[in-house]
């Protein structure tokens, strides 16, 4: 039977790698903003944004449009809206890196200033645990229990990607180690090259001059 305080830590864990970033940010009009977010490869990515109202009761300003462009660390492009006031996005992560996504305002006279909602969620935090209950018909054990599951094997998968991830880095270290040995080698032979041409040449000005 698992310990409570085991339990307790894996469910925090999950919570820790399945991350659910929900913000609110200003961004000036002909001005750029991006927010990045690591994922691993085959993870659930769902993301909402959208313009907030500077006057609750009236219409959207045209002047309040976006343009988003979700990319990955490669530069493939996931998802793109242009002049938008409001839109959402959900792929799953064909290569594990870096994932940007990136609000544009167009530029504006007199200069007008963008407050932006966005909701973005990975792992098993983007998941519709809503959808899974009306499919399944399960309550509400068996619906804490499917989440649990998915929370563990999320753990599990992370886990082998940071091993992957250590082992790369590894490799790194030791291909960097190598080259540095290799570029010291050579910078104490040039000085010795150096310091004996030196040599080599007050001895032969010396000689010239009859001094030794």
Request: charged letters at 20%; aromatic letters at 10%.
């Amino acid at each position: 039977m698992v310990e409570p305080r085991l339990l307790a830590a894996l469910i925090l864990l999950g919570f820790l790698i399945s991350t659910s970033e929900s913000l609110r940010f200003e961004l000036q009009s002909g001005h750029t903003k991006c927010i990045v977010e690591d994922m691993k490869a085959n993870a659930m990515t769902v993301g909402k944004y959208s313009v907030v109202n500077p006057d609750d009761g009236q219409p959207l300003p045209p002047s309040h449009k976006l343009t988003v462009r979700v990319t990955s660390s490669h530069g493939n492009s996931h998802h793109y809206s242009e002049l938008v006031e409001s839109g959402q996005f959900a792929f799953a992560a064909v290569e594990a890196g870096d994932y940007m996504a990136c609000f544009w305002a167009p530029d504006h006279k007199p200069q007008i200033t963008l407050t932006i909602e966005f909701d973005w969620k990975t792992g098993v935090a983007a998941k519709d645990w809503s959808n899974v209950a009306k499919k399944g018909s399960v309550d509400v054990m068996e619906l804490e229990l499917k989440k649990l599951f998915d929370t563990v094997t999320s753990i599990h998968e992370e886990m082998t990607y940071l091993r992957e991830r250590e082992a790369e880095m590894q490799d790194l270290n030791t291909a960097t180690n190598s080259k540095m040995a290799y570029l010291s080698l050579l910078s104490l032979f040039l000085c010795l090259s150096v310091a004996g041409l030196q040599w080599w040449h007050l001895k032969t000005f010396f000689q010239k001059k009859k001094l030794i």
